[in-house]
């Protein structure tokens, strides 16, 4: 299958604003579709602007590179192309990180025919570390759209072609019921896949198993020898390569660069600085702590998940359905949370004494949602309610996940993790 065939959900936030006085900023990890957004922004243009030129780039390019070497060197490149400044002209750069000073560069682009109307420019990057270098010549010159690895709702509808895609309300159970009793075999078996192999799009989309291991080996190999290696410059490859499979064993837990530090036998100054690379790589996410009272409740280290569960696979070579664990379901869990709510939203909850929820979820009324993972079924809620009962008025929802019950007790609902991607709440 094609994996044009995969609707994303982030083309609807992107449409509107072409042929805008804006540059669009389309960023994300390598491999998660980026480039096949691009194309199909392209056919959106060449359909609704029709009179309208385009040119395309790929800026990781080597013969590319002269074309960057200044401003004069791109207008004449692009004159040659479409006639510009003649015209309109929608001007794509693949992987525009690897632009010399690239921020300052688009920025004197921009602002040499903001009025005139006549250009918009449209970049993809895949380093945030870059492209926030990049950000403060571009303030109020960009939006930035992120793109994500398939999510499992996307995944889902696009096996499931003929789904409604309308989210489920959490206050209408019958709809939740009837939903899942009518997808619930295939919900269980594509979560274990997407459990298992993650989100890539040429992994998803590959139907043999060993061909979907080797695209996946393949993506995690260019990552540190492309990205890591050549681009970001890290010279202790093997150190990285030890802490990446180090936290890809400890998701869902707090980070400790003290003891990353010891066991890798390389400085705490280097473990935060890889850290910050796989986070801006958009390898990792970390997770801080939520308080209501600093001195009393606060543990300071943050919680750490992939942002691809197949890296999870990748680094323990553990391909099988039946080791899923309640960690990795956990982590499913979060990448549900992070589709629908920005990160900075999404915290977590543990007391000195050691009292933990997984998920603290603000909301924009100013209270907050409690989620916690219990993939394993042992249901019990006892963290909700003492924090509940702490918080009175704080809390809107309480939700505990679980592998395949739905129902509600007194004031908890409890949602099967197959089912949390497609409830609003």
């Known amino acids: 299958m094609s994996i044009k065939l995969i609707k994303r959900d982030i083309l609807d936030e992107i449409v509107p604003w072409l042929g805008k006085e804006k540059i669009l900023i389309i960023k994300g990890a390598r491999q998660v579709g980026k480039t096949t957004i691009l194309r199909q922004l392209k056919k959106h243009i060449e359909k609704k602007f029709p009179n309208d030129k385009l040119v395309y780039i790929v800026a990781d390019d080597l013969e590319n590179q002269p074309i960057f070497s200044s401003r004069r060197a791109l207008e004449n490149y692009i004159?040659?192309?479409?006639?510009?400044?003649?015209?309109?002209?929608f001007l794509f750069i693949d992987e525009f990180q690897y632009i010399s000073q690239a921020g300052q560069f688009l920025k004197n682009i921009f602002d040499k025919y903001k009025d005139q109307k006549n250009l918009q420019i449209i970049v993809s990057g895949s380093s945030s570390l870059e492209i926030t270098k990049n950000q403060e010549f571009l303030t109020g010159r960009a939006l930035e759209f992120m793109v994500e690895r398939i999510s499992f709702k996307e995944f889902f509808v696009w096996k499931e072609q003929t789904i409604n895609k309308t989210m489920l309300s959490l206050n209408n159970f019958?709809?939740?019921e009837l939903f899942y009793n009518n997808f619930k075999i295939s919900l269980e078996n594509l979560l274990n896949e997407y459990l298992i192999f993650g989100g890539y799009p040429e992994v998803l989309t590959t139907k043999m198993e060993r061909e979907k291991k080797i695209i996946l080996s393949s993506i995690i190999?260019?990552?540190?020898?492309?990205?890591?290696?050549?681009f970001l410059r890290v010279e202790n490859v093997s150190a990285f390569n030890g802490m990446l499979r180090i936290l890809s064993e400890q998701i869902g837990n707090m980070v400790n660069i003290s003891k990353l530090s010891d066991d890798l036998g390389i400085s705490a100054e280097t473990v935060r600085k890889y850290l910050d690379i796989m986070e801006g790589t958009y390898i990792f996410k970390r997770v801080l702590p939520y308080h209501k009272n600093i001195r009393k409740e606060i543990v300071k280290m943050p919680k750490i998940y992939l942002l691809d569960l197949g890296i999870k696979s990748y680094f323990s070579r553990s391909w099988n359905f039946d080791n899923v664990s309640g960690e990795m379901a956990e982590n499913f869990v979060y990448l549900s949370l992070k589709t629908k709510i920005e990160n900075?939203?999404?915290?977590?909850?543990?007391?000195?004494?050691?009292?933990?929820?997984?998920f603290v979820v603000k909301t924009d009324d100013s209270k907050i949602n409690l989620i916690e993972s219990k993939y394993r079924n042992h249901l019990r809620a006892n963290a909700l309610k003492s924090f509940k009962n702490k918080y009175p008025n704080l809390v809107k929802y309480s939700i505990v996940i679980t592998k395949n019950i739905l129902k509600k007790k007194e004031d908890i609902y409890y949602i099967p993790a197959t089912l949390l991607p497609f409830v609003k709440y």
């Open 221 to 230: 190999k260019t990552y540190l020898e492309k990205d890591v290696v050549n």
């Open 79 to 89: 004159s040659r192309k479409t006639g510009f400044p003649e015209g309109f002209t």
């Open 344 to 358: 900075d939203d999404i915290l977590f909850y543990r007391t000195k004494m050691g009292t933990e929820i997984d």
């Open 174 to 176: 019958e709809e939740l």
